[in-house]
């Protein structure tokens, strides 16, 4: 869902079928003559109108060119050229040119986007480039764009030894009960993708064509396009009275919070305008807000894509800190904004990659992570040749630990590894360790892609077993067409499973029409009531999804609660495309292991005929 926009990206969405065989090595030639000659031939000029960015990539529809061969060859072509210019000796000046030119012929973003975009990454692209003289352009678009199915068979795969499961250790976990622990359960509470935005205005445009609206100064064409007081269906992102009235609302209403997981992004969509000062002046803002609202009460907290400047980038450790592209920084403040509510061990690995592992009280360990390092717009897994700041190798160390002691273990993190834009190798791996841990995990905690969704995570034995959870927090920010929420979990003190949760929300259109009242927050549901449903077990779950193949009520009961009933998105409706989709996300843990998919998909083809 989040909305990156880079030149290649965009380039994807926009060929016409051509019959040319030698189109990527004509289109190469004539791209690079334009590099040096600054002048665009006929030919190129013909090329380029059938490549017009069509408004779909805007609406961040990606999904839909799924499977599209011509994407991946539009790909290899624009990053080949870069890849031969770079090798010829062109020099920055030379790419910003042309991919300035190509990004605003090809209507892939207005000037200020595509310059602001261009100019942010163009050095960490160069530096890579550079630094990686083997990488080939196949390779970049197999990683980039693994969601729209582009592969290559040169890439090279990693993974990481597991320790031997001993079934003695296991039996100790599974019946261990803490000691000093009172029966009974314990809430906690999800936050997610916040994007606040500092710059919202009420009464500004809310349909301004650029990746955020909503601005300061911006003048909308009629009422019906000025932004309310508490935010916008469209591309907006919320202001801060809605992000104080959401924490202010959390604390009246529940009054029995254990912790709060705070599950990334916090950083407003304005990718192209994002700068160090900005981003930590926003972040800061907002984790004070937490201290001074929430207190004592202990927040877990993760990092999003956004947080970064340029957005999405994890520089490899090898990265001089001190230099320019270097997005170190964003470790040296996280550390230092959520010393208060961690231990003081958690300082090392937040600096060195972002993630932490907490003691939350005997028996029960929250493990943090920063999964943004698998997102495929990370330009550093061009870099990195397997396991970013050493961090699954220190998950599987750290759970070891947990079993040994007999402790059960919350994950958190920002991007699921089951999105289609979390790199496969990453996921294949993380999906190995859940599986050799799985006893020893409790449930998962995602945000990113701003949908209410509950993911099952399958034994890679026994393909019906369902053996873990994860559950994606709906966002906080209604970008794009959803309402707020935030969900509330019972957790069983002694076991740390999720019994049930509940989603809260409030409708945008309605807290507009009266803005001078607070938002009317209302419990849209909870799961176990919503789906009938015994308990939240992933084995019940993966029932419910079997349900769900069969039951038309619940798809678009599901549908409904994902998008929290956000009207806009209600009245396009869920047909059998989106009820599927839905029910793919539900039992996909990596992306590239499509086998639960493929198999509900054929159930739901035969149930619902
Ligand atoms: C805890 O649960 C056990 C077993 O179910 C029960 O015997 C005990 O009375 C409970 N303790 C409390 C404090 O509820
Ligand atoms: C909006 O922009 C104007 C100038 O463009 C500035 O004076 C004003 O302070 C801004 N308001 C906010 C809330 O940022
Ligand atoms: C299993 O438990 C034994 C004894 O409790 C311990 O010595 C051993 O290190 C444990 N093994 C693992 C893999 O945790
Ligand atoms: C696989 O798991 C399912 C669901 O738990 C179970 O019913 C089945 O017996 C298992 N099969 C094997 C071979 O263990
Ligand atoms: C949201 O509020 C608007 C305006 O009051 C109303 O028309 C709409 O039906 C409401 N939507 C839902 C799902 O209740
Ligand atoms: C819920 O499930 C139970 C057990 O499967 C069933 O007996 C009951 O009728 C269901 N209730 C509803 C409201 O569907
Ligand atoms: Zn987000
Ligand atoms: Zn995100």
């Not at 990156?4 to 060929?15: A, E, K, Q």
């Not at 975009?117 to 630094?131: A, K, M, P, S």
């Not at 007081?229 to 104080?244: I, T």
């Not at 989709?581 to 639960?596: L, P």
Request: net charge negative.
């Amino acid at each position: 869902m989040i909305f990156t926009v880079i030149v290649t990206v965009c380039l994807l969405g926009c060929v016409t079928a051509t019959e040319d065989d030698n189109w990527e090595a004509t289109v190469s030639d004539d791209l690079l003559e334009f590099m040096r000659t600054e002048e665009r031939s006929q030919r190129l000029q013909q090329e380029l109108q059938g490549m017009e960015f069509p408004k779909l990539c805007r609406e961040r529809r990606l999904r839909i060119f799924d499977f599209d061969p011509l994407a991946c060859s539009v790909c290899r072509t624009v990053v080949g050229t870069v890849l031969r210019a770079r090798k010829l000796g062109f020099e920055k000046d030379r790419f910003v040119f042309v991919l300035k030119n190509l990004c605003t012929w090809l209507k892939i973003e207005k000037e200020e986007v595509c310059e602001g975009v261009i100019r942010h990454n163009i050095d960490t692209l160069i530096y890579i480039v550079d630094n990686r003289p083997k990488l080939k352009a196949s390779q970049v678009c197999a990683i980039v764009f693994q969601n729209l199915q582009c592969k290559d068979t040169s890439l090279q795969e990693w993974s990481l030894a597991l320790p031997p499961y001993e079934a003695h250790n296991v039996s100790l976990v599974r019946e261990s009960k803490f000691q000093n622990e009172q029966n009974g359960s314990f809430r906690i509470v999800q936050i997610t993708d916040l994007h606040y935005d500092p710059e919202y205005s009420v009464g500004s445009n809310t349909d301004c064509g650029l990746p955020i609206c909503c601005q300061n100064g911006s003048v909308p064409e009629s009422e019906a396009t000025a932004a309310g007081f508490w935010g916008d269906y469209r591309d907006c992102d919320p202001p801060w009275n809605a992000v104080v009235d959401l924490v202010q609302h959390i604390k009246q209403e529940h009054k029995n919070i254990g912790y709060i997981y705070f599950t990334g992004d916090i950083v407003a969509h304005k990718v192209h305008d994002t700068s160090k000062d900005r981003n930590t002046k926003d972040v800061t803002k907002v984790y004070k807000e937490l201290k001074k609202v929430f207190g004592d009460i202990p927040i877990y907290p993760v990092l999003g894509n956004h947080e970064a400047h340029p957005v999405n980038q994890f520089t490899s450790e090898d990265v001089n800190p001190d230099m320019e592209i270097s997005t170190r920084w964003i470790f040296s403040l996280a550390a230092e904004l959520w010393r208060d509510w961690l231990p003081p061990e958690a300082t090392k690995t937040i600096l060195r990659g972002g993630y932490y592992t907490a003691l939350v009280r005997p028996g029960f360990r929250v493990i943090a992570l920063n999964s943004n390092v698998c997102y495929s717009y990370n330009f550093w897994l061009l870099y990195e040749g397997s396991d970013p700041y050493g961090q699954l190798q220190w998950l599987i160390d750290t759970l070891l630990d947990a079993e040994t002691n007999n402790e059960k273990v919350h994950i958190l993190s920002h991007v699921p590894s089951g999105d289609s834009s979390c790199v496969k190798n990453w996921g294949r791996e993380y999906v190995n360790i859940v599986n050799r841990f799985s006893h020893v995990i409790s449930a998962q905690f995602n945000g990113h892609t701003h949908w209410d969704d509950t993911v099952i995570y399958y034994s890679n034995v026994n393909r019906s077993e369902a053996i873990n959870v994860a559950f994606n927090g709906g966002s906080f920010t209604t970008y794009s067409l959803l309402n707020p929420n935030y969900k509330v979990y019972d957790v069983d003190a002694a076991q740390m499973d999720v019994t049930n949760f509940e989603s809260w929300t409030y409708n945008i259109t309605e807290a507009n029409e009266r803005s001078s009242d607070t938002p009317k927050w209302y419990k849209l549901y909870d799961f176990k009531s919503a789906y009938n449903v015994s308990s939240l077990h992933p084995q019940e779950l993966s029932r419910l999804v079997e349900r769900m193949t069969k039951e038309k009520s619940l798809t678009q009961s599901y549908f409904r609660y994902k998008n929290r009933d956000a009207d806009p998105t209600i009245a396009k409706g869920c047909k059998s495309d989106c009820e599927l989709e839905n029910i793919c996300t539900m039992v996909t843990s990596a992306h590239g292991d499509d086998y639960h998919c493929k198999m509900y998909t054929r159930m739901y083809k035969k149930n619902r005929r």
